[in-house]
């Protein structure tokens, strides 16, 4: 499997050296339990990859056909790039197959990351959402970039 993918809006934190994330409130159907990215800083300079582990608990009792993942990466509250893709496509960072059955999901996935002039804290946010447009999970990030 891999990974579920998360945006934030970023600022310039100082000293911040690891990647951080929340989940937005309104997100209980797919419940993260926890998320790993590095290596730190994500070198951005296109060829630059962050490896993403996340844990979760699909909760419901029906099961996922169909989806979306929506990415979006912003550096001081500029955005910079978003990704988009079907939440069942093996190629996806969720590495989902369709349908997926309510229960506990351990998603892994290398990522790459834009090329971008910019050395510091980039954030981002992650909206996942059903075959009905519902949103399953919401997951904002900050993450160190280095543009070298």
Known sequence: ?????????AGSAVGQEEFTWNTCAN???????????????VVCNGSGTVDLEVN???TGTEPVTNGSIVLSLQ????????Y????????????????????????KSS??????PYTGI???????TDQNGNEL?????SIPVSSS
């Open 122 to 128: 980039m954030g981002g946010e992650a909206h996942v």
């Open 56 to 58: 979760g608990t699909l």
């Open 137 to 141: 999970a919401c997951v904002t990030f």
């Open 84 to 107: 988009k893709w079907s939440l069942c496509n093996s190629s996806s960072p969720l590495g989902w197959t369709c349908p997926r059955q309510p229960g506990t999901m351990v998603a």
């Open 27 to 41: 997100s209980t159907a797919l419940v993260v339990q926890n998320i790993t990215a590095g290596p730190t800083p």
């Open 1 to 9: 499997m891999r990974v579920l993918l998360l945006l934030l809006v």
């Open 75 to 82: 550096y001081g509250g500029i955005p910079i790039h978003q």
């Open 111 to 116: 990522l790459p990351f834009p090329k971008v």
